[in-house]
C-alpha cells in the first residue's frame, strides 16, 4: 500500500518481493480523492520493465497485469491531471525508471534519457479476493465509496461549487452542490453514478464559468462575497462566501433569475477588511443593501443599521438569460 502523512498518495513503502512465485493478476485500486495516470515497473531479475498509463478514477479497481504476475519487486508512479494544480503526490521515489506519453510497455525501462525518466517507489501489493492489489490511499484512509465522493467534492470545488469539506461524507451540503452541478448541465439524477461522470466533473473544472452565476477572485487576497435575488417580491440577500485568489466559486442562486445584485471584499487572514488608500478594497456598486458580520439571510432591507446591521453598495448584474454570468474581482 502507498501512502504518506499529507493529503495525498506517498512514496514510502516496502519492497515487494515474490521469489519468482506465479501470482494471479494485479489490481490497482485508487482510493484516492484524485484521478491518478499510473505506470508500473515489474522487476524480474535484474531487468524491468515498465508498462503505462493506467487511469483510474477515484474509488475504482482496475486490473494492471492479466493473467498470472512473475516479479521479484513491483514499482508504481501516479500522476494527476493538471486541473488539481501543483501535483499532490510528492514524487520522491528512489527508483528512476523510463516512461513516455500515451500507451507504452518499454522492456527494458532502466535505458532511456534522462528526461524520459521518473522516480517509481516501491510497493508491496496487498491480498485481496482477486489477488495482490495495490492500493494508492490518502491519510483520510477512504474505502472505495468514500474516495469516490470525496473526489467528486474535490472537482465540484475546483469548477466552483461549493461542496466542502472534502471528507468523503454524503451531506446535504454536498447534495446542494452536486443537485446544482447536474442541473446547470441538465443532467439526470442518477448521471453521478455513470462510469464517464469524472470526464463531465474534470471538464466542468477547467471551465469553472461554463454554467450559471459565479464570482472569480483575480486578486492576491480571498474575498467574502454576498448577493441579492429578488424573492415574493422583495430582495433578499445571502452571505458570505469565501472566494479564495485565482478561484472561482458559484453560489446556489435559484429560481432562474433575470437579474442579482453582488458584493465582495477583500479580507486577510484574520478576516479583517483590506485598506487601500484608506478604502475597503471591495467590489459592488448603487444598490444599498443589508448585510451583516458572519452567514446570513436577509428579506428585510429597511433601516439597515437601526436594526444593527450593515449596509453595503451592490452591483446590479443582468444575468439575461445568459447560460453564464461571471463577476471577476480584480485589484485596481
Same mark, same amino acid.
Given at each position: ?34 484521478? *491518478? ?39 508504481? &508512479? ?10 499532490? *503526490? ?130 492576491? &487576497?480571498?474575498? *467574502? ?6 424573492? *415574493? ?100
Amino acid at each position: 500500500m502507498i501512502r504518506n502523512g499529507l493529503a495525498c498518495v506517498a512514496a514510502a513503502c516496502a519492497l515487494a518481493v515474490f521469489a519468482g512465485q506465479a501470482r494471479a493478476e494485479l489490481t490497482l485500486c485508487n482510493r484516492t480523492s484524485y484521478r *491518478m495516470d499510473v505506470a508500473i515497473g515489474l522487476e524480474k531479475r535484474a531487468n524491468v520493465e515498465t508498462r503505462g498509463w493506467f487511469r483510474a478514477d477515484p474509488g475504482q479497481c482496475r486490473q494492471v497485469v492479466g493473467g498470472a504476475l512473475d516479479a521479484d519487486m513491483i514499482y508504481v &508512479y501516479a500522476k494527476t491531471p493538471e486541473v488539481y494544480g501543483s501535483a499532490p *503526490m510528492p514524487q520522491n521515489g528512489n527508483a528512476e525508471f523510463c516512461v513516455r506519453e500515451g500507451n507504452f510497455t518499454i522492456p527494458d525501462g532502466r535505458n532511456c534519457p534522462l528526461n524520459q525518466q521518473v522516480r517509481f517507489s516501491a510497493a508491496r501489493p496487498s491480498d485481496s479476493p482477486k489477488g495482490p492489489a495495490i492500493n494508492l490511499a490518502e491519510e483520510a484512509d477512504y474505502d472505495d465509496d468514500q474516495a469516490r465522493l470525496a473526489g467528486i467534492q474535490r472537482l465540484l470545488v475546483i469548477a466552483g461549487y461549493d461542496a466542502n469539506p472534502i471528507d468523503g461524507v454524503q451531506g446535504s451540503k454536498t447534495q446542494a452542490a452536486l443537485n446544482k452541478f447536474l442541473s446547470d448541465r441538465k443532467l439526470p439524477a442518477d448521471a453521478a453514478n455513470g462510469n464517464n461522470f469524472f470526464e463531465t466533473l474534470i471538464a466542468a473544472a477547467r471551465n469553472p464559468e461554463g454554467f450559471g452565476f459565479s464570482w472569480c477572485n483575480d486578486t492576491k &487576497y480571498p474575498v *467574502m462575497a454576498s448577493f441579492g435575488i429578488v424573492e *415574493m417580491g422583495s430582495i433578499v440577500t445571502r452571505g458570505w462566501y469565501r472566494v479564495e485568489a485565482s478561484k472561482c466559486l458559484r453560489p446556489d442562486v435559484r429560481g432562474g433569475p433575470h437579474r442579482l445584485y453582488s458584493y465582495g471584499e477583500a479580507v486577510d487572514g484574520n478576516g479583517h477588511a483590506i485598506k487601500e488608500g484608506g478604502k475597503t478594497l471591495s467590489w459592488g456598486g448603487e444598490v444599498p443593501l443589508c448585510t451583516r458580520d458572519g452567514k446570513f439571510e436577509l428579506s428585510d432591507q429597511k433601516d439597515c443599521a437601526a436594526r444593527g446591521l450593515n449596509s453595503a453598495g451592490f452591483a446590479a448584474v443582468d444575468l439575461g438569460g445568459q447560460p453564464a454570468t461571471t463577476v471577476r474581482f480584480k485589484e485596481p
